[in-house]
Nanobody
Framework: VQLVESGGGLVQAGGSLRLSCAPS????????VGWFRQAPGKEREFVAATIKSGSSSYYADSVKGRFTISRDNAKNTVYLQMNSLKPEDTAVYYC????????????????????WGQGTQVTVSS
């Protein structure tokens, strides 16, 4: 499954961006989808995830209350709405698809995901 992210860019602190993730050539409905990010010199970290139905979502503490993950299975797209952006949110953002989560902790772990996109750069200026 090829995943394609879009919506990154440069924004001032306090601004908003919406990232999109869509698979190429396959439906998303059979997968949980997560967003991860990686800043220069840092390890990739979990941001948010939504289960297959979209009825439950999980967030990193650092983005709770500011970011919202959602999915539109009819449009075969997962979104990450990012509000109140901070300079420390600057990173390359990746979406990833997970076919079978054995544990709730799986959603938070990059190693559990089966497919990854190429990433989209988000830069927040102060």
């Amino acid at each position: 499954v090829q995943l394609v992210e879009s919506g990154g860019g440069l924004v001032q602190a306090g601004g908003s961006l919406r990232l999109s993730c869509a698979p190429s050539g396959r439906t998303f409905s059979g997968y949980a989808v997560g967003w991860f990010r990686q800043a220069p010199g840092k390890e990739r970290e979990f941001v948010a995830a939504t289960i297959k139905s979209g009825s439950s979502s999980y967030y990193a503490d650092s983005v709770k209350g500011r970011f919202t993950i959602s999915r539109d299975n009819a449009k075969n797209t997962v979104y990450l709405q990012m509000n109140s952006l901070k300079p420390e949110d600057t990173a390359v953002y990746y979406c990833a698809a997970l076919q079978g989560a054995r544990y709730m902790s799986s959603y938070y772990s990059s190693s559990a995901y089966d497919y990854w996109g190429q990433g989209t750069q988000v830069t927040v200026s102060s």
